[in-house]
T-cell receptor, first 113, second 110 residues
Framework: EAGVAQSPRYKIIEKRQSVAFWCNPI?????LYWYQQILGQGPKLLIQ????????DSQLPKDRFSAERLKGVDSTLKIQPAKLEDSAVYLC???????????FGQGTRLTVV | SQQGEEDPQALSIQEGENATMNCSYK?????LQWYRQNSGRGLVHLIL?????REKHSGRLRVTLDTSKKSSSLLITASRAADTASYFC??????????FGAGTTVTVRA
């Protein structure tokens, strides 16, 4: 079974530029999560989708971050414009439903300079 | 917001010893999960324990859950160098959000 795919693995951008991350969850998984993990901290939930609907985006900085899940499958997370404090690893995860184990991708390491 | 809080923040043990880490949370849960993260990699699911369960085992891992104290513990027995990683508890509350703590960094010395 293929795992959660994320791209790119690494990205370096200048502040005020925009960036987009892509996630392909495990086939058939209804729930998709985007987490932000700053070095030395635990993952922080940014947004959770159930199929193509948003379950929770209370911690998503909506003035600069946006996310969508296309046809309830792939998802993209965008930051525009980026700030220095956005430097982190962005993790995508999926699960069959909202109350079971989550499967994580390898993450995208973003550095904003 | 992050619900689970792990304790200790860091742990260093000798190969072959046991490692125990704890997780406390604030509000009632549907289930509690433990994950491992090796440096620079994604998280790997270890064990899920539901709110009506008290103990679960998986290989060298043992997880306990005390809902009256809102706490859980993860025990790794007979540790190996490959167990060196960060360990996170994640709480699934009735809203199905999965919230992670700050983690415990475990170093196993050869």
């Amino acid at each position: 079974e293929a795992g959660v795919a994320q791209s790119p693995r690494y990205k370096i951008i200048e502040k005020r530029q925009s960036v987009a991350f892509w996630c392909n969850p495990i086939s058939g998984h209804a729930t998709l999560y985007w987490y932000q993990q700053i070095l030395g901290q635990g993952p922080k939930l940014l947004i959770q989708f159930q199929n193509n609907g948003v379950v929770d985006d209370s911690q998503l900085p909506k003035d600069r971050f946006s996310a969508e899940r296309l046809k309830g499958v792939d998802s993209t997370l965008k930051i525009q414009p980026a700030k220095l404090e956005d430097s982190a690893v962005y993790l995508c995860a999926s699960s069959p439903s909202g109350n079971t184990e989550a499967f994580f991708g390898q993450g995208t390491r973003l550095t904003v300079v | 917001s992050q619900q689970g809080e792990e304790d200790p923040q860091a742990l260093s043990i000798q190969e072959g010893e046991n490692a125990t880490m704890n997780c406390s949370y604030k509000t009632s849960i549907n289930n509690l999960q433990w994950y491992r993260q090796n440096s620079g990699r994604g998280l790997v699911h270890l064990i899920l324990i539901r709110s009506n369960e008290r103990e679960k085992h998986s290989g060298r891992l043992r997880v306990t859950l005390d809902t009256s104290k809102k706490s859980s513990s993860l025990l790794i027995t007979a540790s190996r160098a490959a167990d060196t990683a960060s360990y996170f508890c994640a709480t699934d509350h009735n809203d199905y959000k999965l919230s992670f703590g700050a983690g415990t960094t475990v170093t196993v010395r050869a």
